[in-house]
């Protein structure tokens, strides 16, 4: 029997206060090193969207965060050199300061105004950034 064709499920974190998001830059990743993405991560298996939203948000940032108050904002079916979803969640409330707590993958971690946002931002992220503000809930990437 034919094994069904499988997308990789990814998370994202849209940490917003006072029309400032955070980005993170990559570094030593061999992925987008020195653009701008979001905190994120892929789903591991038996993992719930929330689950790992809020595994990548202590992992990534030092911080923890209810369920409660994660909130799906657009999603992207994206595809490069596989097929993936992505799902991006804002982010209400979160408890503790917020830390680069992996600096071997992240050179910077900053606020940037969601107007002026920098311009070495990897572009899918641009494009979800951009469908948050404008409440886009779904979007398509590299097709």
């Not at 595809?79 to 992505?86: A, F, L, S, T």
Request: glycine share 4%; charged share 30%; with cysteine.
């Amino acid at each position: 029997m034919k094994d069904r064709f499988k997308l990789i499920a990814s998370v994202y974190l849209l940490f917003v206060k006072d029309n400032q998001i955070l980005l993170l830059r990559r570094a030593n990743t061999g992925y987008e090193d020195g653009n701008y993405g979001l905190v994120a991560g892929h789903l591991d298996e038996h993992e719930s969207l929330t689950h790992g939203a809020i595994r990548e948000a202590k992992e990534e940032s030092g911080v923890d965060i209810n369920p409660n108050d994660l909130e799906i904002k657009t999603t992207m079916h994206r595809k490069q050199d596989d097929e993936r979803v992505d799902f991006f969640f804002e982010v209400k409330k979160w408890s503790d300061e917020i830390s680069n707590t992996e600096p071997d993958k992240c050179d910077d971690l900053s606020w940037f105004s969601l107007d002026n946002l920098p311009p070495n931002i990897i572009p899918y992220i641009k494009q979800a950034i951009d469908c948050y503000k404008n409440k886009i809930i779904y979007s398509e990437f590299g097709w």
